[in-house]
Nanobody, 125 residues
Framework: QVQLVESGGGLVQAGGSLRLSCAAS????????MGWFRQAPGKEREFVAA????????RYTDSVKGRFTISRDNAKNTMWLQMSSLKSEDTAIYIC??????????????????WGQGTQVTVSA
């Protein structure tokens, strides 16, 4: 079992940057593949980015490629999402998630067993 807590959300102007963090409890963080999802009001939850257990492989949804960077430090039990060139359409609640095993579909919610509470990101136009 792993518990996840996001932080770093807030209000930022379009074109600005923001860094989200996801802190994990316990001492098994290094065994988990990790991902970021987001959900805006009235929309389905959307995959944003993922990183494998070692940090050696990453995946991004097309809309954030080149703007967002996912990273992790297993020694600190922490994962980050560095966001730059933010757009109004990035406004959403951002949620971190954890998977143990193999990620056959990196963008599927069903691959992730553990979820955080989310942190709000609002980008003003």
């Amino acid at each position: 079992q792993v518990q996840l807590v996001e932080s770093g959300g807030g209000l930022v102007q379009a074109g600005g940057s923001l860094r989200l963090s996801c802190a994990a409890s316990g001492r098994t963080f290094s065994r988990y593949n990790m991902g970021w999802f987001r959900q805006a009001p009235g929309k389905e939850r959307e995959f944003v980015a993922a990183i494998d257990w070692s940090g050696g492989s990453t995946r991004y949804t097309d809309s954030v490629k080149g703007r967002f960077t996912i990273s992790r430090d297993n020694a600190k039990n922490t994962m980050w999402l560095q966001m730059s060139s933010l757009k109004s359409e990035d406004t959403a609640i951002y949620i971190c998630a954890a998977n143990w095993g193999s990620l056959n579909r990196w963008d599927s919610e069903r691959e992730y067993a553990y979820w955080g509470q989310g942190t709000q990101v609002t980008v003003s136009a």
